[in-house]
């Protein structure tokens, strides 16, 4: 049976675990090469995808550097040839409900790295995918995307990759690049670790969902390998909540 994604090349960011760890070895067991992007070391993800017998490469990145995102990107393009896949997963949660609203600074981090980081990875990516005509770009929102929950940086960029989304889907979409965004709930990943430490913690955070449980980074990573293949070939400009219900209530 042919795989999904077989011959494509791919780029992850926030690769190095959680959503974007799964998601790049979905991806690579799918039949796509991967580059694998974190700040951190995402040599770990790479091991996986090598160990399954896939190809991918490591690369350190700090999505909020304009000049290291493009170099980035014109590299996996230098070594594979083309771009036909981006996730642009990497993200931060720095605050709360509780969080003053006079914390600035706080603000400013969050939405340097989950709106501007991912806006930045768009450019440097259609850069390369227009010129092809063809592409499939996914970014990484949040159910706090879609409603008022959180912190005001993580509320407000979350929205903000939403809107960026469809402003691309309709500039690209006559060029064959079809751009879309996942919104999870609460996943179990390294973010939310700390909140579900305790178990008052994780029955909160399950019962936030009709289905009442945590979701798992993986079934986010099959979404993704939906909006990434052919199977979604008429879809674009589209937040697909992967949320147990939560938008649902």
């Not at 190095?16 to 991967?34: L, Q, S, Y």
């Not at 919104?183 to 399950?206: H, L, Q, V, Y």
Request: net charge negative.
């Amino acid at each position: 049976m042919a795989r999904l994604l077989e011959n494509r090349i791919a780029f992850v960011t926030g690769g190095a675990g959680g959503i974007g760890a799964a998601t790049a070895i979905a991806f690579a067991a799918e039949g796509a090469k991967v580059a694998v992007a974190d700040l951190k070391d995402p040599e770990d993800t790479v091991r996986a995808i090598r160990d399954a017998g896939g190809e991918a490469y490591a690369l350190s990145l700090d999505v909020t550097d304009q000049a290291a995102v493009d170099a980035a990107v014109d590299g996996v393009v230098a070594k594979w040839g083309r771009l036909d896949i981006a996730f642009n997963n990497a993200g931060v949660s720095l605050e709360d409900y509780t969080t003053p609203w006079e914390s600035v600074e706080l603000y400013d981090r969050v939405v340097a790295v989950n709106q501007r980081g991912v806006m930045l990875c768009m450019a440097a990516e259609l850069r390369h995918m227009a010129p092809q005509k063809s592409g499939s770009i996914i970014n990484t929102a949040s159910v706090a995307g879609m409603v008022g929950l959180s912190g005001a940086g993580y509320c407000g960029s979350k929205h903000a990759v939403v809107g960026i989304t469809r402003s691309a889907a309709m500039r690209y979409a006559a060029e064959g690049i079809r751009v879309n965004c996942v919104c999870p709930g609460a996943i179990a990943t390294p973010m939310t670790e700390n909140e579900a430490m305790s178990e008052d913690a994780r029955a909160f955070m399950a019962q936030m969902h009709p289905m009442n449980r945590i979701g798992r980074a993986e079934e986010i990573a099959d979404g993704v390998v939906f909006l990434a293949s052919d199977k979604a070939s008429f879809i674009t400009g589209h937040p697909l909540a992967i949320d147990g219900g939560f938008l649902a209530r």
